[in-house]
């Protein structure tokens, strides 16, 4: 039997463990997914107790990513791009190994949601400098969009996310972030704005090309405001429960043995989830 976890400080609210056991039931797998609540100074002891634990590896989400990231032996160009880790799994000769599955999650779900999103030579924008933004504008260079551009509300974060990958990368003024939008593929919202409702984007949608898709990693609420005024200016929209959905699939692969597929069931399942809390 197979054993693996998410581990976070706090845990309560992950998902995470419904996604996982709708899969092992699906897959009529023997084995199990929980939470485990890590404080910050107990993280070490855990990553060393992984196998004395009996656990194939973990997921991991705030705020130890980086730790998972730094602990690891071999790490996945994705893990070495954004430098966090939110999947783990142990390898053959028991040696720790990292991944950033965001990418993948957010790549994987916008290509089905909006196939033809790179049609346009265009450039993507991209709201937010913090790890969520690197895990997607590394998607999006591996991609090989010819530039995207960084908006942050602290100009510095987005400078120094902008330096770290490159000359295709392009730090921008907060303020200009409809305005330098207007002829772009896509623009997705890396930032905590909207989550449960909270605070506004501000984002004026009116002369953005009728082909731009506007994406909101924050899924609670499933619908944002950013996603219901792009969607009232006509524009198509990639919601953030998909990219959740999606980063789970090279985990549960990992820890398991089997590719899972990620069905409308899921989604639904989640999506009351989510409307319930
Ligand atoms: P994560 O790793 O999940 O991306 P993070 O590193 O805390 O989280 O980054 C949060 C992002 O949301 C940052 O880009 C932050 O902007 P600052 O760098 O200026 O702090 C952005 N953010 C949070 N609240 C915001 C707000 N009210 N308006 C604009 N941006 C906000």
């Given at each position: 039997m197979k054993h693996a976890c998410v581990i976070g400080?706090?845990?309560?609210?992950?998902r995470s463990p419904a996604i996982h056991g709708y899969w092992l039931d699906r897959y009529r797998i023997d084995g199990s997914y929980t939470k485990r609540a890590v404080p910050p100074d107990a993280i070490d002891g855990f990553l060393d107790a992984l196998s004395a634990e009996g656990l194939a590896g973990c997921n991991v989400t705030i705020p130890h990513k980086e730790k998972a990231f730094a602990k690891a032996v071999n790490r996945e160009a994705s893990a070495l791009a954004v430098g966090a880790a939110n999947t783990l799994w142990l390898d053959a000769l028991g040696e720790l190994c990292a991944a950033n599955t965001d990418t993948y999650g957010y790549m994987t779900y916008l290509a089905s949601e909006a196939?033809?999103?790179?049609?346009?030579?265009a450039p993507v924008s991209i709201l937010g400098a913090g790890g969520a933004a690197r895990a997607i504008v590394y998607g999006f260079l591996e991609a090989g969009v010819g530039e995207v551009r960084v908006f942050n509300r602290s100009a510095e974060r987005a400078e120094t996310l902008a330096h770290a990958f490159g000359s295709r990368v392009k730090p921008m003024p907060w303020e200009e972030r409809s305005r330098a939008s207007t002829e772009g593929a896509v623009l997705v919202n890396t930032t905590?704005?909207?989550?449960?409702?909270?605070?506004?984007?501000?984002?004026?949608?009116?002369?953005?090309?009728?082909d731009c898709v506007v994406s909101d990693i924050?899924?609670?609420?499933?619908?944002t405001a950013l996603i219901r005024e792009a969607r009232r200016h006509g524009l198509r929209t990639v919601d953030g429960l998909g990219m959740l959905l999606h980063q789970a699939v090279p985990g549960f692969e990992q820890w398991f043995g089997v590719r899972p597929e990620v069905t409308s069931e899921l989604y639904d399942l989640i999506a009351a989830d989510i409307e319930a809390a």
């Open positions: 400080w706090p845990i309560e609210h992950s196939r033809d999103w790179a049609r346009r030579d905590s704005v909207g989550l449960k409702g909270a605070g506004s984007l501000d984002m004026d949608f009116t002369d953005f090309h009728p924050v899924y609670v609420p499933l619908e």
